[in-house]
C-alpha cells in the first residue's frame, strides 16, 4: 500500500490512544506533507504545557516522530498546492485538511495512489469524494 499519513494517525499512534492504527508501517511508502511537523510538534508542545505528557515524554514523542520522518517522503507546501486547497472540494473540508488533500491529490497525480490514513471523518469524507481510498475510520 502507498500511504498518506495524516497528522492525526500519527499522533494516535504515538499517544497510545484506543482508535490507533494496528497496522502499523505495514506500506510500501508513506507520503506525508510538511504540514504535519508543524502540527505534531505543536501538538506535542502544547499537550507538554499544559501537564498532559511530562517533558521526558515529550522528548521521546519528538525522537520517534524524527524517526518516522526521516522515513517518509515529504510532500511541500507548494503554491499550487495551496491553490488546490482554496478550490472547492465536494464536502465540507477545513483548511488544514484542504491542504493535506490537495497534497494527497499531488502524490496520487504523480502515479503513487495513497490511501489517505486518518481518523478524522471530515477528511476521510472528502478523501473518498475525490476518489481515494480510505483507512483508519
Excluded at 507520503?31 to 506535542?44: C, G, M, N, P
Amino acid at each position: 500500500m502507498i500511504a498518506y499519513l495524516d497528522t492525526s494517525v500519527i499522533l494516535s499512534r504515538f499517544l497510545g490512544q484506543s482508535n490507533a492504527l494496528h497496522k502499523w508501517g505495514d506500506w510500501e511508502k508513506a507520503y506525508a506533507s510538511t504540514l504535519t511537523r508543524v502540527e505534531f510538534h505543536r501538538t506535542i508542545d502544547r499537550l507538554r504545557l499544559d501537564g498532559s505528557i511530562s517533558d521526558n515524554e515529550r522528548v521521546s514523542l519528538h525522537s520517534h516522530f524524527r524517526i518516522l520522518w526521516q522515513a517518509t517522503h515529504h510532500i511541500p507546501l507548494t503554491q499550487s498546492i495551496l491553490d488546490r486547497a482554496a478550490d472547492p472540494f465536494p464536502t465540507v473540508v477545513g483548511t488544514l485538511d484542504a491542504m493535506h488533500l490537495a497534497s494527497a491529490l499531488v502524490v496520487a497525480a504523480g502515479g503513487d495512489t495513497p490511501t489517505m490514513l486518518t481518523h478524522d471523518q471530515q477528511l476521510a469524507r472528502a478523501a473518498s469524494a475525490v476518489g481515494l481510498d480510505v483507512s483508519g475510520i
